[in-house]
């Protein structure tokens, strides 16, 4: 169970890092503002909605650590929102290319690629 007033809190942590105010947050989340107050002042709990559309909009933001505190936020280096992603899936011919890039480099020139799916999955490719 969501401990509703340290969940509000670790929004606030949120909104603070990207330097929002309720009103813009409510607004880049596409939520009533009424629905961040409610969830502020531990009125409300979340909506299982209300955390995806977070997640989407803010991938620096931990599942876990948002819902129980376990994890941390934020990364070490600010994160910005993402941009528009194409609706096409990605073809799998071009992970394969790009492992065999990483193999063709020099292994202390990049250590990884992550490749994140918006179904909130993703791929770790490592040379």
Do not use: C
């Not at 929002?20 to 502020?40: D, N, P, T």
């Amino acid at each position: 169970m969501i401990n509703v007033v340290e969940f509000a809190e670790r929004l606030k942590v949120i909104m603070n890092y990207y330097e929002l105010s309720a009103a813009q947050f409510a607004e880049k989340l596409e939520v009533q503002r009424s629905s961040i107050s409610h969830i502020l002042s531990g009125r409300n709990k979340p909506s299982l909605d209300f955390v995806l559309k977070i997640l989407k909009m803010f991938p620096g933001v931990e599942l876990y650590w948002m819902l129980n505190g376990v994890g941390k936020f934020p990364e070490n280096q600010k994160i910005e929102t993402p941009p528009t992603l194409s609706k096409e899936p990605v073809d799998e011919d071009e992970h394969v290319n790009a492992k065999e890039k990483i193999s063709n480099l020099q292994s202390d020139e990049i250590e990884r690629i992550v490749v994140f799916y918006k179904n909130g999955t993703f791929k770790n490719y490592t040379s």
